[in-house]
């Protein structure tokens, strides 16, 4: 028989002859589409879609060299282009570990060895076989999706598989073959078609059931390989409904000493000393180990362990945790001084007065350098004489919103907020103390008419306030407004004033410069020319 076709949905379909057995195709190509009558356009393609295929698929004749002719020449062998029975095709038991590892290179000639390896062999109650590999991630998530190839009967169907597996296994490599997958499928079908379901929900449970078992059988093989591996149980636990109540058996916490837990053995080693006065159990933890050595020193001289949470899902994943443990909170080191950190009882008060801690913060305030997107509030505490003078903080809360929006749309309000820091003070520190006392032996006088007008201005304020809270704010007369703005603005001038006098006893004050230098250094945030002056001043200071 013969069947034509111009490319149009009409066909013509007559008797013919020939003389042996098999079909011919003969396309007729266009102009504009020569690139398909190309060997290497030809080559790639069958490469792509029948690498695989169960039957031989000859292109050409095998080729050697030469001697005669200097080039390569055919030779009478066909040229098979496709393995008839690719690796997923054989039982798991006849095979060995370099045997996968050769068919992963085969897949993926420049990637790294891979963590380890699933064989996916299922007749009931879908037809299911391929092999899932565990890549070393290196760079961004996005970048590592849609490795899986999806084969229909040894077929090459397509590498977009989120619809087959679930969001966060679409970072594995290799591939699944299954019949009861069309070759012309489409996201719509993958979305509502039941079978495709049970595939998703199989190959959750048999990822999670073989990471178990490794996890069972070498404990230690399996913590060597947790840094690479941890993505794919964080990617799982924020995107797959149900996925944490299998994880939780196998996913681990690391500690800043390169110690590996169980949420269940983690939470005993530390429910002793990390409760806070309302029984909250309080989880530290750093993201880098280096930049924030200090925290972690005082958190650990405190008798506290801190965990490492340095991967590129942990901070976002530990926001689903606090949902999922009891009682507890997740809190970075650095996020407040360490009494704060875990609070056990009321904070002892600083022992100065309202003005001085006022004028003490001012002084500092004053001098603090101006950082793109970044705020300073400055506070004074009682710290003790043996803690640091200055130390900065940053906010659990604000800074994990910060660094969730750089992962979830709808987020980029808190992106683009500028990052807000508490300077501390401690008042107890003798370098503090003296600052504050040279402050008032040099400011005493300058401030005393400023301060007594301003105390005026203020009991005069705070009588208009009391007289016109009485009346409702319609009942207030034009002179009523007058005369308050005015008093308001006296006082502001009397504070302008005062805090221009204590800021020009801090523009020469180097301990000052230095305690607040030392205090960004310590958090990275002293570079270029501040960092010079800083090193400047320290030689001078030692002089």
Same mark, same amino acid.
């Given at each position: 028989?013969?069947?034509?076709?111009?490319?149009?949905?009409?066909?013509?379909?007559?008797?013919?002859?020939?003389?042996?057995?098999?079909?011919?195709?003969?396309?007729?190509?266009?102009?504009?589409?020569?690139?398909?009558?190309?060997?290497?356009?030809?080559?790639?393609?069958?490469?792509?879609?029948?690498?695989?295929?169960?039957?031989?698929?000859?292109?050409?004749?095998?080729?050697?060299?030469?001697?005669?002719?200097?080039?390569?020449?055919?030779?009478?062998?066909?040229?098979?282009?496709?393995?008839?029975?690719?690796?997923?095709?054989?039982?798991?038991?006849?095979?060995?570990?370099?045997?996968?590892?050769?068919?992963?290179?085969?897949?993926?000639?420049?990637?790294?060895?891979?963590?380890?390896?699933?064989?996916?062999?299922?007749?009931?109650?879908?037809?299911?076989?391929?092999?899932?590999?565990?890549?070393?991630?290196?760079?961004?998530?996005?970048?590592?999706?849609?490795?899986?190839?999806?084969?229909?009967?040894?077929?090459?169907?397509?590498?977009?598989?989120?619809?087959?597996?679930?969001?966060?296994?679409?970072?594995?490599?290799?591939?699944?073959?299954?019949?009861?997958?069309?070759?012309?499928?489409?996201?719509?079908?993958?979305?509502?078609?039941?079978?495709?379901?049970?595939?998703?929900?199989?190959?959750?449970?048999?990822?999670?059931?073989?990471?178990?078992?490794?996890?069972?059988?070498?404990?230690?093989?399996?913590?060597?390989?947790?840094?690479?591996?941890?993505?794919?149980?964080?990617?799982?636990?924020?995107?797959?409904?149900?996925?944490?109540?299998?994880?939780?058996?196998?996913?681990?916490?690391?500690?800043?000493?390169?110690?590996?837990?169980?949420?269940?053995?983690?939470?005993?080693?530390?429910?002793?000393?990390?409760?806070?006065?309302?029984?909250?159990?309080?989880?530290?933890?750093?993201?880098?180990?280096?930049?924030?050595?200090?925290?972690?020193?005082?958190?650990?001289?405190?008798?506290?362990?801190?965990?490492?949470?340095?991967?590129?899902?942990?901070?976002?994943?530990?926001?689903?945790?606090?949902?999922?443990?009891?009682?507890?909170?997740?809190?970075?080191?650095?996020?407040?001084?360490?009494?704060?950190?875990?609070?056990?009882?009321?904070?002892?008060?600083?022992?100065?007065?309202?003005?001085?801690?006022?004028?003490?913060?001012?002084?500092?305030?004053?001098?603090?350098?101006?950082?793109?997107?970044?705020?300073?509030?400055?506070?004074?505490?009682?710290?003790?004489?043996?803690?640091?003078?200055?130390?900065?903080?940053?906010?659990?809360?604000?800074?994990?919103?910060?660094?969730?929006?750089?992962?979830?749309?709808?987020?980029?309000?808190?992106?683009?907020?500028?990052?807000?820091?508490?300077?501390?003070?401690?008042?107890?520190?003798?370098?503090?103390?003296?600052?504050?006392?040279?402050?008032?032996?040099?400011?005493?006088?300058?401030?005393?008419?400023?301060?007594?007008?301003? @105390?005026?201005?203020? %009991?005069?304020?705070?009588?208009?306030? =009391?007289? &016109?809270?009485? +009346? *409702?704010? /319609?009942? #207030?007369?034009?002179?009523? @407004?007058?005369?308050? %703005?005015?008093?308001?603005?006296?006082? =502001?001038? &009397?504070?302008? +004033? *005062?805090? /221009?006098? #204590?800021?020009?006893?801090?523009?020469?004050?180097?301990?000052?410069?230095?305690?607040?230098?030392?205090?960004?250094?310590?958090?990275?945030?002293?570079?270029?020319?501040?960092?010079?002056?800083?090193?400047?001043?320290?030689?001078?200071?030692?002089?």
């Amino acid at each position: 028989m013969k069947w034509s076709c111009d490319g149009s949905p009409a066909y013509e379909i007559e008797d013919a002859e020939r003389e042996a057995h098999g079909s011919d195709i003969i396309l007729y190509i266009d102009d504009d589409c020569k690139e398909f009558l190309e060997k290497e356009k030809i080559q790639q393609l069958l490469t792509k879609y029948c690498k695989f295929m169960a039957v031989p698929v000859a292109f050409g004749k095998k080729q050697e060299w030469s001697s005669d002719e200097k080039k390569m020449v055919d030779t009478e062998k066909d040229n098979i282009i496709n393995d008839v029975a690719p690796l997923w095709t054989s039982t798991p038991s006849t095979l060995k570990d370099e045997d996968y590892k050769s068919f992963y290179r085969t897949l993926y000639p420049m990637s790294d060895e891979p963590l380890f390896w699933i064989h996916l062999n299922v007749d009931y109650p879908f037809n299911l076989t391929g092999i899932l590999y565990f890549p070393k991630i290196k760079s961004s998530i996005e970048l590592q999706k849609n490795k899986i190839q999806l084969y229909c009967n040894q077929v090459f169907v397509t590498d977009q598989v989120e619809g087959i597996v679930p969001e966060f296994l679409t970072l594995l490599h290799g591939v699944i073959d299954s019949p009861d997958i069309p070759l012309n499928v489409s996201r719509s079908y993958l979305q509502s078609d039941r079978e495709v379901k049970k595939i998703s929900t199989y190959i959750t449970k048999k990822v999670a059931d073989r990471l178990k078992a490794i996890f069972t059988e070498n404990r230690k093989e399996f913590e060597e390989k947790w840094d690479d591996l941890k993505l794919f149980i964080n990617y799982g636990i924020l995107s797959e409904e149900g996925f944490y109540d299998r994880a939780k058996e196998f996913a681990l916490f690391k500690d800043t000493e390169g110690k590996y837990f169980t949420f269940d053995e983690y939470k005993t080693l530390i429910e002793g000393a990390q409760k806070d006065k309302d029984d909250q159990l309080v989880y530290l933890y750093a993201t880098d180990k280096d930049e924030q050595y200090s925290y972690i020193k005082a958190a650990q001289d405190k008798g506290y362990s801190v965990l490492l949470l340095d991967g590129q899902l942990d901070v976002p994943t530990i926001q689903t945790l606090e949902q999922k443990f009891e009682k507890s909170r997740f809190t970075r080191v650095d996020a407040d001084i360490i009494d704060r950190l875990i609070v056990k009882s009321d904070a002892p008060k600083s022992d100065l007065s309202e003005d001085d801690s006022a004028n003490l913060s001012q002084v500092f305030k004053s001098q603090m350098p101006k950082l793109d997107h970044a705020e300073f509030m400055v506070q004074v505490d009682a710290l003790g004489a043996e803690a640091r003078p200055v130390v900065i903080t940053q906010n659990e809360w604000m800074r994990r919103m910060k660094e969730m929006s750089r992962f979830q749309p709808g987020m980029n309000f808190y992106g683009q907020m500028p990052d807000s820091f508490n300077m501390v003070l401690n008042s107890d520190h003798p370098l503090v103390k003296r600052v504050l006392d040279d402050c008032k032996s040099s400011t005493e006088e300058a401030l005393k008419p400023i301060v007594s007008e301003l @105390k005026g201005q203020e %009991a005069r304020l705070a009588a208009i306030q =009391q007289q &016109q809270d009485k +009346k *409702k704010y /319609d009942e #207030l007369t034009q002179d009523d @407004k007058d005369m308050k %703005a005015e008093c308001e603005k006296a006082v =502001q001038e &009397q504070k302008d +004033k *005062k805090n /221009d006098v #204590l800021s020009g006893f801090a523009a020469k004050n180097d301990i000052i410069h230095q305690l607040i230098d030392l205090a960004l250094l310590q958090n990275g945030m002293l570079k270029g020319e501040a960092l010079d002056k800083f090193l400047k001043r320290s030689v001078d200071l030692i002089k």
